[in-house]
């Protein structure tokens, strides 16, 4: 796993859908460690996880535990 920022990400989102290329699959690093798929974004603040968690843009602009595959 590739550690990113929230800008990289939705750089790379925006630029796949302007471009109509496949979007890479995106992880969130959860406080116990683990790895959840993003599953959802939602433009204006926030990003859902396959286990129905979330969390919020000004988070991850703090701290960013966004990762993506190599």
């Known amino acids: 796993m590739k550690h990113i920022t929230l800008k990289e990400m939705l750089e790379e989102i925006i630029q796949c859908i302007l471009e109509q290329k496949e979007i890479k699959d995106y992880y969130w690093k959860d406080g116990e460690g683990e790895y959840r798929r993003i599953t959802e974004i939602d433009l204006f603040d926030r990003i ?3 286990n129905d968690d979330f969390t919020e843009f000004e988070w991850e602009l703090e ?3 966004l990762y993506k595959v190599e």
Do not use: V
């Open 48 to 50: 859902r996880t396959s």
């Open 63 to 65: 701290e960013s535990r």
